[in-house]
């Protein structure tokens, strides 16, 4: 069983594209949230909130320019699991472009010890779902 | 049950004793705090503490058995957990399908 949340994707840019569109507002309103509000320096700011419903605040604390951006994220607001984790975003090269991975951290709470025979935590065997992205449409630009 | 049901599961299972008690009811017994204690390098006291905090998160439920009080593991609350857990990962799948359609359509650089 595994305590974090790790996803990737490939997109078909430059690492300095790649890098951009994971840390400037602009870009991140595009995929990551509806209201994005980040200060790129470590201990610096970022706000995040959806149109939907739902804000969350952290504080950045690794920014490694074209490599890597870590932050530590919390809901505003109480809701059913009100728990400060860790996002890594990575990039690497790879044929295609450029790789983008994402690794959220800090669901200690469900460690390996758990015995992996319980049914009861069988669905925790969600485990790492390496290219769950690959597969979607590519909308190309005309 | 506390309003607050993944929390507080999320809550009980930060420490690795509860954890491991949870690990020795997972094999799907009914135990008695001298079993468990006898399992863990811990005191029947501190065995019933933790069984106590287990069992105000909705993790364990306990029945008497004559003079001996048993706990078993209700699964309902992990499932829960894991499922929240599973929300978070379909949350970046959705989040990260997006980034790949955007970086689709829109060149940074152009």
């Known amino acids: ?142 | 049950m506390s309003p607050d049901p993944v929390g507080a599961t999320f809550a009980a299972l930060a420490d690795p004793t509860r954890r491991h008690v949870i690990g020795v009811l997972s094999a799907g017994e009914e135990v008695s705090v001298s079993q468990l204690a006898r399992e863990l390098p811990i005191s029947r006291q501190a065995v019933a503490k933790h069984l106590s905090a287990l069992a105000d998160a909705g993790l364990v439920e306990s029945s008497r058995h004559g003079r001996e009080t048993r706990y078993r593991l209700t699964p309902g609350p992990l499932s829960d957990a894991g499922a929240w857990l599973d929300r978070v990962g379909a949350e970046w799948d959705s989040r990260l399908g997006r980034l790949k359609r955007h970086a689709g359509t829109r060149r940074p650089s152009a």
């Open chain 1, 1 to 142: 069983m595994s305590e974090s949340v790790t996803r990737e994707v490939v997109l078909p840019l430059e690492r300095d594209e790649a890098w951009r569109v994971v840390t400037e507002p602009d870009h991140l309103r595009e995929w990551l949230a509806d209201d994005v509000e980040i200060d790129l320096v470590e201990g610096g700011l970022i706000e995040l909130g959806w149109d939907g419903g739902g804000r969350r605040h952290g504080i950045v604390e690794t920014v490694e320019e074209h490599e890597r951006l870590v932050f530590r994220w919390r809901p505003d607001e109480p809701g059913p699991v009100h728990i400060e984790t860790t996002v890594e975003i990575g990039l690497d090269d790879v044929a295609e472009g450029t790789r983008v991975t994402v690794v959220e951290t800090g669901f200690e709470a469900l460690a390996a010890d758990v015995a992996p025979g319980c049914t009861a935590v069988s669905s925790w065997a969600w485990d790492v779902r390496l290219g769950a992205c690959g597969d979607l449409p590519l909308m190309l630009a005309a």
